[in-house]
């Protein structure tokens, strides 16, 4: 089984910087992408970011040039940096990743963002 462990939620003020991680463990054999949804209250899950094991990425207009995604192959780990964090990025984030061909979730890590 694959698993995804994330960290580094928690609650920070408006205009702070968090960095969550998550890291991908069990039998995995390949992983073709990795990156964050998020799910406010009350709204759909979206996308924040994904990132290729080639590096190739892809960010929501609402922010770039706030939030940047990384990846480290080696440690099947991806990081996602937010920076100048408004409330409206309160939301709970889960980890996604494409492993073995197969898409798989983490639990969720919550983010509050307070004004």
């Known amino acids: 089984q694959v698993q995804l462990v994330e960290s580094g939620g928690g609650l920070v003020q408006s205009g702070g910087s968090l960095r969550l991680s998550c890291a991908a463990s069990?039998?995995?054999?390949?992983?073709?992408?990795m990156g964050w949804y998020r799910q406010a209250p009350g709204k759909q899950r979206e996308l924040v970011a994904l990132?290729?094991?080639?590096?190739?990425?892809n960010v929501a207009d609402a922010v770039k040039g706030r939030f940047t995604i990384s990846r480290d192959n080696a440690k099947n780990t991806v990081f996602l940096q937010m920076n100048s964090l408004k409330p409206q990025n309160t939301a709970v984030y889960y980890c996604?990743?494409?492993?073995?061909?197969?898409?798989?979730w983490g639990q969720g890590t919550l983010v509050t963002v307070s004004s």
């Open positions: 996604y990743a494409v492993v073995n061909y197969s898409r798989h």
């Open positions: 069990g039998s995995i054999f390949s992983i073709y992408a």
């Open positions: 990132i290729t094991s080639g590096g190739s990425t």
